[in-house]
């Protein structure tokens, strides 16, 4: 189960370990990196523990502005797949 | 090298080889201080990195020289320790400067903080990486990561050594307490006019209490509502709870809500006939003292007793923002003396000296030598160098990690 659902603002960008981090109840850090974001990973987990979160986010902000313009006229293709 | 009813002493390799105890000969008492759980930090103040299923009795000159421990703070992964002395030593993740040792490291073993040596400090608290003290003059120092305004100095810098508050060093009124949570810091202060509380951090829970609308972050104290003409007599943060108990046992939380019930933006008292000695929080769930008896509210995380079937709820509400206070099973026939709450466990500290810890264990934070998490409170065995000794215990929870100190008062 997951431990809890948080927003991904309410993560701290940690440049040593270039991932989206916050409090695990063990001590330690939950964990997402950009790449996870970007393939619509939602799940960040502990390195240390069984314990892991929910990430509250929208996938489009994390995908390359590059790839995602000429898309964007025919939005009828959604960008999530379960 | 002795042993303690066959649990081996692992003495360290280094020069600081002796047993922690501070000897008081004339009442012929002395402390010993045990740690278990998360030490992959160094928090459990035993020189290694690693987690410990069971009790270590620590071993540190620096522990034993400084003088008997009369308070101790745990954080997320650091450990404040208040002397009788009004010294403080840290230990544990120092990676935001929480320690207060002029960096950002790592300390596996205790160290005096220098910069507070000229002062003599009277209460001391630990959040998530900061860290709080309040000196006997009134003045309030920070340290540590300060990216919520968590510190209070105006702004979101980490501060490697303690600093003192200029906001309230400029008031007539002395600080009392200081008690920090995750992204944030409350302060009771006490002066003519009555006590005030004031909050600073990450509000976004309402854990400051300081405004009916919701608040982001806030790097100077401001004062918190609802407390006018109210006696404080403590007040408690915990991953984004805030408490205050009443000198006539009202208690008053605000933040996170418990159990699945809203936050709240503003101080709400209990709605019920109890009167609370104590309470302690945890990152979803708060214990509380009445009378002896230990009652239990949130929790349904992790074996922080989710077990429904033992719980005794006593009060139901309708009402989302009330909370169900339910008590706490297997504590029958023995009053309960100190309680303490971690992240996701539990402990309590009965009149017989019996130490008992429930909740999450994957870290050995209950000490019972495995893995496993409880749903009802286990004791937890301190080992004895002598039969029938009298001990006094005192317990605190970190996040992942729980400290025992005992007072042995040796038959004579």
Redesign the interface.
């Known amino acids: 189960m997951s431990y809890d659902d948080v927003e991904i603002e309410d993560m701290e960008w940690n440049n040593e370990l270039q991932a989206y981090t916050y409090p695990c109840p063990c001590g330690d850090l939950f964990q997402i990196t950009k790449e996870d974001l970007k393939l619509g990973e939602e799940i960040a987990r502990c390195p240390s523990c069984s314990l892991y979160i929910t990430v509250v986010y929208n996938v489009e902000d994390f995908l390359d502005k590059k790839s995602n313009k000429p898309i964007e006229p025919s939005k009828q293709q959604p960008v999530t797949v379960a | 090298m002795e042993e303690y009813d066959g649990m081996e002493l692992r003495e360290l390799e280094n020069e600081e080889g002796k047993i922690v105890k501070h000897e008081e000969e004339e009442e012929g008492r002395e402390q010993e201080i045990w740690s278990w759980g ?1 030490g ?2 160094g ?1 459990l103040g035993t020189g290694r990195l690693q987690d410990e299923l069971l009790p270590q009795l620590l071993h540190f000159t620096s522990l034993s020289s400084a003088g008997p421990i009369s308070f101790l703070a745990c954080g ?2 650091h450990v404040l320790a208040l002397t009788s002395g009004g010294k403080v030593l840290t230990w544990g ?1 120092g990676t935001s400067g929480q320690l207060g040792h002029s960096d950002t490291v790592n300390s596996p073993h205790p160290k005096l903080v220098m910069s507070l040596n000229n002062y003599f400090i009277t209460h001391v608290s630990a959040g ?1 990486n900061h860290s709080g003290f309040v000196s006997d003059t009134g003045a309030l120092f920070t340290c540590g990561d300060g ?1 919520f305004g968590q510190l209070g100095h105006g702004d979101y810098r980490l501060h490697c050594y303690p600093v003192e508050v200029s906001f309230f060093a400029s008031s007539s009124k002395h600080v009392e307490q200081i008690a920090c949570g ?1 992204r944030h810091s409350l302060v009771l202060l006490r002066g003519g006019s009555g006590d005030e509380v004031y909050g600073f951090g990450s509000g ?1 829970r309402g854990q400051l209490g300081i405004a009916k609308d919701k608040i982001n972050l806030v790097s100077l104290p401001e004062r918190s509502c609802g407390f006018e003409g109210v006696k404080i007599a403590s007040i408690t943060a915990n991953g984004d709870h805030s408490a205050a108990l009443s000198a006539d046992g009202h208690l008053y939380t605000w933040g996170r809500g418990f159990g699945g019930t809203l936050s709240a933006q503003m101080p709400q008292r209990l709605p019920t006939s109890f009167r609370f000695t104590k309470i302690a929080l945890g ?1 979803n769930h708060a214990l509380v003292l009445t009378g002896g008896e230990v009652f239990m509210f949130g929790g349904s ?2 074996g922080v007793l989710s077990n429904p079937d033992k719980m005794t709820p006593v009060k139901h509400s309708a009402d989302s923002r009330e909370v169900v206070l339910e008590k706490v099973p297997g504590l029958e026939g023995s009053r309960t003396l100190h309680i303490a709450a ?3 466990h539990s402990a309590i500290v009965t009149e017989n000296g019996v130490l008992k810890t429930w909740g ?1 264990g ?2 050995g934070q209950l000490g019972l030598g495995n893995i496993s998490d409880q749903t009802s409170p286990q004791e937890v065995s301190l080992s004895h160098k002598f039969r029938k000794e009298a001990g006094l215990i005192e317990i605190y929870c ?4 729980t400290i025992a100190v005992r007072t042995l008062c040796r038959p004579s």
């Open positions: 998360a992959t930090d928090q997320g992964a993740r998530w990216t995750m976004k990152w995380h992790h971690g992240a996701e999450w994957e870290h970190g996040s992942g990690f």
